[in-house]
């Protein structure tokens, strides 16, 4: 009896918090340590794969296909029945479509339509170092939007140095642009004013309509494809793409094919990754990671186009992007602990439709 007892002792002291864990335990915590850093390592280069190459692409397809209302509707189609079949398999979880919701989401929609039209057009008629000016300047606009329209308290001093140095940047950018036509900056100021009224109007509809990540996602894409058959009829694209068929050109080709395909998956990757993203790392990393896309974005488009900036348009863009990390840095708040969970649903529910407005 006492010998049962003193082995029962010791057992308990071996199993104490200072005994070492048995050898096969160890294993499977160093191999699930590993899978998970590998997992994280590989949504981080997902992102950044897809983040710096999608302006690319999007550039890439416009001039292959140069049908900006059928190419943002074959990418709302692609974001749209992604996450319906995601759903369906229970890969991502959204709201269940409502008639109700979908009218009272349909504003929203119609900008998000008009904000990613735009981005199409100005990709169609500009370089893509313009699309990147223009796009870092939007956060000018929003910051007075949301405070004239929100009732968000106007940004602080580094804030508005951040935005100064941004606009900065921008006017230097604009002084150099030696491919200037009134064609490209009238779609780049049409793209600056739906994205300004799409950021604070969005921002709106997420603080009040009850929708998830995913459901925003998805009634996002699904409201704004059923838009296309009106803008078919006023930009008067399906006249032109009746010609292109009855001329049979090669737009069903390989050529217009993989571009075509490459943008709307990667407007699909880019929901996924960021969203995963956001998750696997803090939000420095993120932030950090969102500078080394804008970078490599820029270094693609010097080595692969001859359509890009002089060198002083790439050091007023450079500014911009310095300007937009120092934007980040000075609108980070440290967070009470109750009030965590509920302020990163609404900042990646922003992220995924910001990310989707590029």
């Avoid at 010791?10 to 160890?26: C, F, H, L, R, T």
């Avoid at 001039?63 to 079949?85: C, E, I």
């Avoid at 050529?255 to 956001?278: A, H």
């Amino acid at each position: 009896m006492s010998d049962d007892v003193e082995n029962s002792k010791v057992n308990i002291d071996q199993k104490g918090p200072g005994a070492s864990p048995p050898a096969n335990e160890i294993e499977p915590t160093w191999c699930s340590s590993l899978l998970h850093q590998t997992s994280v390592y590989g949504i981080a280069a997902g992102y950044c794969i897809s983040a710096s190459l999608l302006s690319i692409i999007n550039k890439w397809a416009v001039m292959k296909f140069p049908y900006p209302g059928a190419l943002t509707a074959l990418q709302y189609f692609t974001s749209a029945a992604g996450v319906f079949v995601c759903g369906c398999f229970k890969l991502v979880e959204h709201d269940p479509l409502d008639l109700l919701t979908m009218w009272r989401f349909l504003p929203a929609a119609f900008m998000f339509y008009l904000s990613l039209f735009t981005n199409s057009e100005l990709l169609l008629h500009a370089n893509v170092d313009t699309f990147i000016v223009f796009r870092s300047v939007v956060p000018i606009f929003v910051a007075i939007g949301e405070t004239l329209f929100l009732h968000q308290p106007w940004p602080s001093l580094k804030t508005w140095l951040s935005l100064a140095t941004i606009f900065g940047g921008s006017v230097l950018y604009v002084l150099t642009d030696y491919q200037f036509t009134v064609t490209a900056y009238s779609w780049a100021l049409a793209y600056l004013v739906s994205m300004t009224v799409d950021f604070v109007y969005i921002k709106h509809v997420v603080m009040t309509i009850g929708l998830n990540t995913w459901g925003l996602v998805l009634y996002n894409n699904l409201e704004a494809l059923l838009l296309f058959p009106l803008e078919l009829l006023i930009m008067g694209e399906l006249k032109k793409i009746k010609h292109e068929i009855s001329d049979e050109s090669d737009w069903y080709s390989f050529e217009v094919v993989l571009p075509v395909g490459l943008s709307c998956m990667l407007g699909l990757s880019i929901s996924f990754f960021g969203f995963s993203c956001r998750k696997a790392i803090s939000a420095t990393g993120y932030t950090v990671l969102g500078v080394v896309n804008k970078l490599l974005t820029v270094v693609i488009n010097l080595v692969i186009w001859d359509k890009h900036s002089s060198l002083i348009g790439t050091i007023g863009l450079l500014i911009c992007m310095l300007g937009g990390i120092m934007y980040q840095q000075s609108t980070g708040k440290p967070k009470s602990a109750p009030e965590v969970k509920a302020e990163d649903t609404e900042e990646e529910q922003q992220k995924l439709l910001e990310m989707q407005s590029k």
